[in-house]
């Protein structure tokens, strides 16, 4: 089978996948690099390990409305695992049969792992920020002070997992007033953080503690001439910056943080650390993550990184 290829409901319908398929299914899906992260992830694991000689891992483009005929189509067609992406990630929690409890208060699923009555659902987007925030600025979540932008479905992952790690403040500003109000009720009976606030993006919280970091989990940056979502010249020197979105590979927001001299990252880090956790659910094994940014890296015709 073709891994570069896309997918439909039509060939999932007619056609058998041999050995251990793997995919991501999302509506647009023609641009994700999961396939070529996954699939170098997999050819390394199968150096050292026969048992993953037959893993593949495809792309499929499933419309919403297609969806819950499509689930029961990839169980039975003993797909392991499922990486899910805009805009099934919601839809798919009514559908499976268990859900994880992070995910859970997450609200989204991201991860599928087949058994045979059903799929469980996990979500992995908050650890792939967490791993990324300390491979990028030596960042723990634990303890730290957050600024997050956004109150959107990456927002809520963000959102949990710093509840769940235990950070010191976390202060969170949107540009609709409600979707942030429904954020915060959310993270109401959530223990693990004692200062939770909230801010209109205009203005940023004032008496700042020295250090921290501020996480866009907006949209705003990802077209041409999109302006940053706050001024960072209002943060304290000691802030670092990081952008979720890795594609311009610098935004607004992090081209003014780095004018300003503050340490900046974008999101392919945590694109790469959800999948290679991922990876570890479906596997059981230790993944290279290496490996899966050399090829995000090759597929988003990037200069290639070492980290
Ligand atoms: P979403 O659910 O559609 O949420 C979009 C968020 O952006 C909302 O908070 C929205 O605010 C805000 N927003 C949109 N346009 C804005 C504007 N003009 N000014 C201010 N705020 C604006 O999207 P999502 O799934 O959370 O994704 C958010 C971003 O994270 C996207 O750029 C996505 O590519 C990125 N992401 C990256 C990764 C990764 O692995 N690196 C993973 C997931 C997502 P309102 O509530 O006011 O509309």
Known sequence: MDTEKTYTLQDLETTEFDGTPLAVVG??????????????????????????????????????????????LFHKRSFLGLNLTIPHKVQAMD???????????????????????????????????????EVDLGISLKGANVILLGSGGAARAAAVQCVLSGCAQLH????????????????DGMSGCDHIQTF??????????????????????????????????????????????????????????????LQIANGLSMLVHQGARALEIWSHVKVDAHVMMAAACHALKLPPRYD
């Open 27 to 72: 509506h647009p899906i023609q641009h994700s690099v999961s396939p070529a992260m996954h699939n170098a992830a997999l050819a390394k694991l199968s150096e050292s390990d026969s048992r993953f000689k037959d893993w593949a891992y495809y792309r499929f483009d499933i419309a919403p409305e297609d969806f819950s005929r499509a689930l029961p």
């Open 95 to 133: 559908l499976i049969q268990g859900v994880s409890p992070d995910a859970k208060c997450m609200g989204a699923v991201n991860t599928l792992v087949w058994d045979e009555f059903g799929y469980d659902g996990f979500n992995t987007d908050g650890v792939g920020l967490s791993r990324g925030l």
């Open 172 to 187: 969170v500003g949107n540009r609709t007033p409600a979707r942030l109000q429904d954020l915060m009720s959310l993270l």
């Open 200 to 261: 209109a993006l205009s203005a940023l919280p004032q008496d700042l503690p020295s250090e921290g970091v501020v996480v866009n989990a907006t949209s705003l940056g990802l077209k041409a001439g999109d302006p940053a979502p706050i001024d960072v010249a209002q943060l304290p020197d000691g802030w670092k910056v990081y952008d979720m979105i890795y594609n311009p590979s610098a935004t607004a927001l992090l081209q003014q943080a780095d004018a300003r001299g």
